[in-house]
């Protein structure tokens, strides 16, 4: 019998619609994927979550654990949330005075010892009861030297992905067995970034300081993970299959070794930010400066003199429109005296940034405001406080992105001085602006590259091919000091015995 054209048009329509549903469904596989995002600060918190963003967009599955309420992010999606209602130990203030190299080492052992009290709420007790619907297929760990949480990954039986915020430390080369070059890489943490013999010799002091770090993590880990119903501790240190940081290498640096499954996101939090509404500025054309310290920096606890310096500073640009971000006391009064200062307790500075009049951004060197300034290509000034904005920022101003001060005894003529130089020298903004270039040119988005590596790993995770054999290798047989000590221990025994021959003849 034979078909009418239409009924063939139809055939082949419907062949065509069931075609394509076929394939989309292998592409759109849904996985659950457990986050575990805890004893972390709001600003590591903005990256992990902007890679569970980009995971919820494809149409997974997230399980959320955090210590953070999320009432401020925008999760839309297949996502349950469980709060573990825990303060994180208090620590020095930044604007205190400067303390001791051991007094530093006794507060970060503290806060060590201390990270394991989480694991004994009944809240975590709860949460590691639960039994999911469907078995977890990854676990993405928000890494800030929380080792012993991998245990986690152990108890659901999962494969473990980190989420790092910043440049890979020797905690997660370690973790992830890759080489440390420590001549001519600089560490994130090394305020000075030394190279040559000073960085070898740092490198040595900062190992045996993780190896310390490691006992207590260990020790925490077994307590609550004991063998042999669980891996050991180093068993699992080495079963982490991916690593993502926020960093990119070719515009950021340092220029490093890496493995294949340590792949930088740097930008990603960027690329969730885009899509928000845009801030509504001013209809002039007049430039634009923003200053912020960060969420961790408050003015409610700082000296009256530091807020007269900044005031005082200020004061002398009125022809800029200044964005400060700013908690403390008489805001209004501020604004009252000096109209061209818009403050408030919170601005959303990469809209401004994107709005293309900033000329200049103060700021405290955090990961995610050097990331902004650089995709838009705007000149720095640094005020470091604590962590790793010190080496941010002198890797900042190394590439002449801008300038570095210090908050201790700044006066309003430095600071003045300092925003001068980095508004009329053309030389810093044309150095982040061609950064700038670099940074946006990638083959592949962040969000995109995190989905892919992340499916990656799940769909390859009855294998061992993400894993580095060096990572199984102890310290003598990583280095072969073994083979060296052979050879070169026969050399000198054939030396001593030919010697003695020699003398016998």
């Known amino acids: 019998m034979n078909r009418s054209p239409v009924s063939l048009s139809l055939l082949w329509l419907v062949y065509l619609a069931f075609s394509l549903l076929a394939h989309n469904s292998t592409l759109v596989e849904s996985h659950h994927i457990l986050g575990l995002f805890v004893n972390v600060h709001r600003s590591q918190l903005i990256v992990h979550l902007a890679v569970c ?5 494809k149409g997974h599955h997230l399980t959320l654990v955090t210590t953070l ?23 020095e203030d930044p604007q205190g005075p400067s303390s001791n190299f051991i007094m530093r080492l006794e507060r970060m052992f503290r ?25 977890y297929d990854i676990l993405l760990l928000g890494y800030h030297f929380n080792d012993h949480l991998l245990g986690v990954a152990a108890h659901f039986n999962c494969p473990v992905a980190i989420i790092t915020t910043q440049q890979p430390t020797g905690f997660v080369n370690s973790i992830m067995g890759n080489p440390e070059e420590r001549w001519y890489v600089p560490q994130p943490y090394d305020g000075h970034q030394r190279s040559g013999v000073s960085a070898w010799l ?30 050991s501790f180093e068993t699992m240190r080495r079963s982490v299959v991916l690593a993502l940081s926020n960093h990119h290498m070719i515009s950021e640096g340092p220029i490093a070794p890496v493995l294949p499954n340590m792949v930088d996101i740097g930008g990603i939090v960027l690329e969730q930010k885009l899509n928000e509404t845009s801030l509504e500025i001013s209809a002039s054309n007049r430039s634009l400066i923003i200053f ?7 003015w409610r606890k700082t000296p009256q003199k530091l807020l007269q310096t900044f005031t005082k500073s200020f004061s002398q640009y009125p022809d800029y429109d200044i964005y400060w971000t700013y908690d403390g006391p008489n805001l209004s009064a501020i604004s009252l ?19 293309g009049r900033v000329r200049l951004f103060i700021t405290h060197g955090g990961k995610g405001s050097l990331s902004e300034a650089l995709y838009y290509g705007v000149p720095l000034l640094g005020l470091p406080l604590m962590g790793d904005q010190r080496s941010n920022l002198q890797r900042m101003q190394s590439k002449k992105w801008g300038l570095t001060l210090l908050t201790h005894n700044l006066t309003h003529f430095e600071l003045s001085k300092a925003i001068n130089s980095v508004l009329t020298n053309s030389i810093y903004a044309e150095a982040i602006s061609k950064a700038s270039q670099v940074y ?7 969000s995109d590259l995190a989905i892919y590596w992340i499916e990656y790993a799940i769909r390859h995770k009855s294998t061992n091919i993400l894993y580095y054999p060096a990572r199984h290798l102890n310290y003598i047989e990583y280095y072969s000091i073994d083979v060296y000590l052979i050879i070169y221990g026969g050399l000198i025994s054939t030396i001593i015995m030919l010697r003695k021959i020699n003398r016998l003849l």
């Open 53 to 57: 963003q980009a995971l919820l967009r």
């Open 202 to 231: 740092f490198g040595i002091w900062e190992k045996l300081i993780e190896m310390l770090a490691r006992r207590v993590l260990a020790r925490i880990y077994s307590s609550h993970f004991p063998e042999p119903r669980y891996p």
């Open 111 to 135: 806060r060590l010892e201390r990270s394991g009290d989480l694991l004994d709420l009944p809240e975590w007790k709860q949460f590691l009861r639960r039994s999911p619907d469907t078995p």
């Open 69 to 91: 309420p999320l009432e401020e992010q925008e999760l839309r999606g297949n996502v349950t949330h469980i709060l573990v209602p825990w303060k994180q130990p208090i620590e």
């Open 292 to 298: 912020s310290l960060g969420t961790r920096f408050t």
């Open 337 to 355: 005296d000096y109209p061209h200062l818009k403050i408030a307790k919170w601005w959303p500075q990469c809209q401004l940034l994107a709005s």
């Open 440 to 446: 946006r040119d990638r083959p592949l988005n962040s």
